[in-house]
């Protein structure tokens, strides 16, 4: 469909970028990139474009590369999700080790989306790392009060409540975890008493 679509109209910037998209799933890392610089040839400053391609460059091992596309499809003030970007470049900083800017784009996808799956588990994450409990908490439990959970979630959650001390939530989460995913692999890391990352 798309090869049609490119066949009837070479320029149109949407194909070649979901063929890039196409191509990055068949891990077929030259013609991704090939697509996806011709669609930001032919609209640079389409912001789904930027962040796919940022996404891209995360992906291949140039995380540091990607952090400029995710801030050029942050420059359209219309742009429908600025939250993706903004997580996206979040998630490649913690990959380059700069956690300080991850934070920094974490928190400002939470503030443009209170409800972003992705801010919140990365925040409470990163803010458990830090023996910040108080804040680690509030965004697990957000998470768990937004979305219906899920093991890593949950495991999330009860990490957080062990190392805050709360044995009665700790608790409460594991036998959740237990119950709803028996076969998954944090159900077992909790059978081991591995309570690692």
């Known amino acids: 469909e798309l090869r049609q679509a490119l066949a009837i109209d070479p320029n149109y910037p949407a194909a070649h970028g979901m063929l890039g998209l196409v191509y990055m799933d068949l891990n077929d890392r030259?013609?991704?990139?090939?697509?996806?610089?011709?669609?930001?040839?032919?609209?640079?400053?389409?912001?789904d474009l930027n962040?796919?391609?940022g996404w891209f460059l995360c992906q291949s091992g140039r995380?540091?590369?990607?952090?400029?596309?995710?801030q050029r499809a942050l420059r359209n003030p219309l742009y429908q999700t600025p939250a993706r970007p903004l997580h996206n470049a979040g998630i490649c900083s913690l990959r380059v080790g700069d956690v300080a800017g991850a934070e920094a784009f974490f928190r400002r996808s939470f503030q443009v989306d209170p409800s972003n799956p992705v801010a919140m588990y990365q925040l409470a994450r990163l803010y458990l790392s830090r023996a910040q409990h108080e804040q680690a908490r509030f965004y697990a439990r957000r998470l768990l009060n937004t979305f219906?959970?899920?093991?890593?979630t949950l495991w999330l959650a009860l990490r957080v409540e062990r190392a805050a001390g709360n044995?009665?939530?700790e608790a409460t989460f594991g036998a959740q975890l237990r119950r709803r995913f028996p076969q998954a692999r944090e159900?077992?890391?909790l059978a081991a008493g591995d309570y690692r990352e």
């Open 187 to 189: 159900t077992g890391l």
């Open 148 to 152: 219906e959970p899920t093991a890593e």
């Open 30 to 47: 030259p013609r991704a990139e090939e697509s996806f610089q011709r669609a930001l040839r032919l609209a640079p400053n389409d912001s």
């Open 167 to 169: 044995r009665e939530a």
């Open 51 to 53: 962040n796919n391609y």
């Open 63 to 70: 995380e540091r590369e990607s952090i400029d596309f995710f």
